[in-house]
Structures are given as C-alpha cells and as structure tokens.
C-alpha cells in the first residue's frame, strides 16, 4: 500500500489540514488536538471536495431542566468539517457524516516517520 | 480574507476561482460522457447586485434613479432601492463561495457576469444556461409598485444589451414587473424579440392573484408568440405565516414552494390551462416533491367541488402535467418517492433540468444523469432535450461546453 508524503510536521500545525492526491484519489488530512485524520475527498452528496470546506463545531441547542429552549452554542468537543458545495457535515473524528452517521467517507490512517507525516492511500 | 469559525480561529482565503471549486463536477462531466449530448440548465442565477451601478444607468427616471444611486452611495449595506431580506443561504459561510466570490478574477475585457457564467458552466459541462438575478427574486414584495416597473425595466435592459447580446450561451427569461399589470404586458411587447430571451418570468413572492382579468392579455400574448412563463419560487420570511417560522431551514423549505403552491392552485382552479390551452407554463425552484402533493390534493377536492373550479374539463392533475418543472432542489434521499414523482410529472417529456448555480442548493447533472429508473433517452432529453423543444432552441451539433 502506498504511503504518500503529507508535510513535515512542523509545518502542519494543528487545526490545519493538507490536500494529497494518488492517482485519481483525493485525500484530506487533517491535524486536530494533536492527532490526525485524513478521509477521502469526495462528499456522500454530489461528489463535492468534502475536505476543503470550513471546519466548525457542531451546533448545539441548549434546553434547560423545563425542556425549554434556552439558546444555542457550538459543542465544545465535536469538530465538523463542511464540505463547501452544499454545507454536508462531517464529524472530524470519525468521517460520518453528522445529519446521518450512517453515511462515512472512506478514511486512510496516518503515519508519522520523524518529522515526516505520510498518510496510507490504500 | 479572513473567515471567521466557531472558536477563536479564522479560516484565511487567499483566492476564489471557480473551476477549482468545481473540478469534482468536471471530473463527474468527463465520466459520464457529457460531451455526447446538450446540456441546458432552465435556472441558474447570477448577482446582478454587483452589476447595480451599471443597472441604474439603465433607469429612466431621473428622480428615482438619483435616489437609489444615493442610497447606494451612502452605504451599499444600508436600505436602499433593492429590497433585501433577512436570510442566511451562506449558512454562516460553511458555504464558503457566498463570502468569497467577489476575489475571483475574471479575464479582462470580458463582462464579469459572462466571465463567471461560462467558466462554472464550462466546469459543470453545461452549454446553454437561462439566467436569472438573485437579490430582484425579492422585487415582487417592494412596497413601491413604481420601482418594481423602474428597475424591472433597467435591468431588463441592461441583461438584453450587456449580456445576452454576447454570448448565446446565456439565455433568460425576462422579469415580468408582475405589480402592474400593464408594464407586465408592455415587457413582453417590448421585449420577446431580443437576443438571448427565451420568455417571461414572475418572482413568485407577491400578492398578486395569477388569475386577475388585468393578466389575460398578457398570458394571450405569450401564447401566441410561443413564449413560456416561468414563475420562480422565493421566499418571504416577512410573511406572517412564514413569520411564524424561527429556523432558515424552515423557511426555505417551505418558503420556496409557498407562493407556487398559491399561484398553482389559483392557475388550475380558475380554468386558465383552458383558456390558455397553448400558453406553457413553467414551475421554477419549487423542487418536484410539492407536485405529487398538489395532485392528489387537488384532484381528490375537484371529485367533491367541481363546482367551483367549473372551467375545467380534467381532473386538475391532468392540467399539471401538461406543465413544465424545473428540477432544483430536487429531493432525493428517498429514491422510490422521486421515481414515483417522475411517473406523476411525465418527467420524460415535462421536466427540465436546473442547477441553480452558484446558489447554496446547486444540483449538478450528474443528480439526473445517476438515477437508476431512468434510460439514457430519458437522462438527455430531461437534461436538455426537453428545454430544447421548450425554447425552440437551435443547438450546433458540437458541445458548447468544453468538456473532455
Ligand atoms: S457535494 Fe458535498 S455537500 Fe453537496
């Protein structure tokens, strides 16, 4: 299976991600809270470059003990990033696909050798 | 530029370039053999905002093109001639072109809408495009009759002489300043027979009865020259019942279909398809789910109270599938409901594809061309063939597009 160069470590820093491409084959990695991930480039939806896209956290609705709704917030651990076609989200963690998990992107692991960061197209 | 994010970063943007955002539906264009057959998209949009100034200097009236140049000039953001709603299409850019469109550059000496227009067109594989304005889908609700007619008139003819009169690639159908029934009516005189315009088209967002004697000549007018009208859908959060609604999602959802629900009812019931046998009539950004649902609804009504829809001689279903729908949003997460709704709407013959680009909601036509109920016969002609009868368009044999 091919390991394809991603960066040098130092220069990705966290919260960043990095467009690699093998053969026809995108994939976005990204660096968050020290770990990386990295998916396939191609949304559930139309095809769109899911991994380009903003990253944000979820919105959250706040209730309160009445059940009331009280506001909203963005979550303080789950990271979405958005593909930019149409706005799909997509848990960072996990790849799925936030408004229904049972959709994923194919996601890759990611190796790091020393100060390189490669990520494994299989 | 600097996006702003839900914690302390920011996503900075250095450029825009729309063949790169597009490169996926490129790729999908080459896969699918588009450049074996014509691509025409019925509605697709640009801003003509960004052209305003340009627009104005079409405005004959010189008190109120000087206040809306005023407005304009104090500041672009603040109330102005165009009426602008509250709205969030760019969903707090996670849509990101909505913010940064404006840094894409365009070749020079190219009119930037025509620039822009062909190069995602290019991208999608699209050959010809019917183009609408974006912020004016609001003009309907403008409290001044007067400036609906003014601007209509300005735009229209700054689109005939700057736009489609170079490049044939881009078609519209003209605004119809639908308030006033008389400039409606003098629109299409003055118009139908510019280059680039394939009909008429009525902002849906209004209170203005389709069925008011005041529209008679102006549907007998397109009827005879051939020429379709269009009524696009809008949404009006200002509308009590749409007011009542606390969610974009909501509003957009249901706010798109609304007013075409309203004007659908009122076209059937009032017997205008017998009145207007040949007139056609063409459903635009509604998606295709509401059709079923006025079907059903309407025919099972007319079993009971034909009485009050006396002109019609079929059931108001029969009435509805003689007429046109455009396909965007189309709904699709429920493939046996969408295959049922393309028997229901004669899809084959009566629906026309639609992107919608740039909007939020774009649909590319790989959502028509990857449907597994559908022959390759029935792909082309909803993908063009079909808009090709509607417009009377002549097409050479070579695609427009560029597309490998
Ligand atoms: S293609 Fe990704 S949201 Fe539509």
């Not at chain 2, 061309?369 to 417009?391: C, H, T």
């Amino acid at each position: 299976m091919p390991e394809l160069f991603v960066a040098k470590a130092a220069q990705f820093p966290d919260g960043e991600r990095r467009i690699v491409s093998h053969g026809a084959r995108e994939i976005g990695v990204f660096q968050w809270q020290g770990k990386f991930y990295a998916y396939e480039n191609l949304c559930v939806h139309q095809g769109g470059p899911a991994c380009e896209g903003i990253m944000m956290h979820k919105v959250e609705d706040v209730i309160g003990p009445d059940r009331g709704w009280l506001g909203q917030k963005f979550s303080s651990d789950e990271m979405h990033f958005v593909c930019p076609w149409h706005g799909y989200e997509y848990d960072l963690k996990t790849g799925e696909c936030a408004a229904d998990r049972s959709l994923k992107l194919k996601s890759f692991e990611v190796v790091q050798r020393g100060e390189d960061i490669y990520v494994v197209a299989s | 530029m600097d996006l702003p994010l839900s914690d302390f970063r920011r996503m900075e943007v250095e450029e825009f370039d729309t063949s790169k955002l597009l490169a996926h539906a490129t790729k999908q264009a080459t896969e699918r053999g588009y450049k074996n057959f014509p691509i025409v998209d019925v509605d697709s949009h640009h801003y003509e905002s960004e052209s305003i100034g340009e627009i104005l200097d079409y405005m004959e009236d010189p008190v109120l093109q000087q206040l809306a140049r005023s407005a304009r000039q104090a500041n672009a953001k603040s109330v102005g001639m165009l009426p602008a709603g509250v709205g969030y299409q760019d969903m707090g850019g996670r849509v990101m072109r909505y913010a940064v469109r404006g840094m894409e550059k365009t070749e020079a000496g190219v009119q930037r809408d025509i620039a822009l227009t062909r190069r995602w067109m290019d991208a999608i594989g699209i050959d010809v495009a019917v183009m609408f304005p974006t912020p004016m889908l609001q003009l309907g609700l403008h409290p001044q009759v007067e400036v609906e007619v003014a601007l209509a008139r300005a735009y229209n003819r700054w689109l005939t002489e700057r736009v489609l009169a170079h490049e044939p690639r881009i078609r519209s159908m003209l605004y119809l300043p639908f308030n006033d029934a008389d400039a409606a009516f003098r629109t299409v005189q003055e118009f139908s027979q510019n280059k680039g315009v394939v009909g008429f088209m009525v902002t849906s967002a209004r209170y203005r009865p389709v069925h008011h004697n005041s529209f008679m000549k102006t549907y007998a007018l397109l009827e005879e020259m051939g020429l379709p009208l269009a009524f696009h859908a809008g949404y009006n959060w200002n509308d009590q019942t749409v007011g009542m609604m606390n969610r974009f999602i909501s509003v957009h959802a249901l706010g798109f279909v609304f007013y075409n629900m309203v004007h659908l009812a009122n076209w059937i019931t009032n017997g205008l398809p017998e009145r207007f046998p040949k007139l056609k009539v063409l459903w635009v950004e509604s998606g295709l789910a509401w059709v079923p649902f006025m079907m059903q609804r309407f025919d099972n009504e007319y079993m009971m109270r034909s009485s009050e829809a006396p002109a019609l001689k079929r059931k108001p279903s029969e009435y509805m599938r003689d007429m046109y729908f455009s396909s965007q949003p189309m709904e699709m997460t429920d493939m046996a409901a969408l295959e049922q709704t393309f028997r229901m709407i004669k899809a084959e013959t009566q629906l026309l594809y639609s992107s919608d680009y740039p909007h939020w909601d774009f649909d590319l036509p790989s959502t028509i061309y990857d449907l597994p109920f559908l022959n390759e016969q029935a792909k082309r002609s909803i993908l063009g063939g079909n808009a090709m009868k509607l417009f009377n368009l002549k097409l050479p044999a070579q695609k427009l597009a560029r597309v490998a």
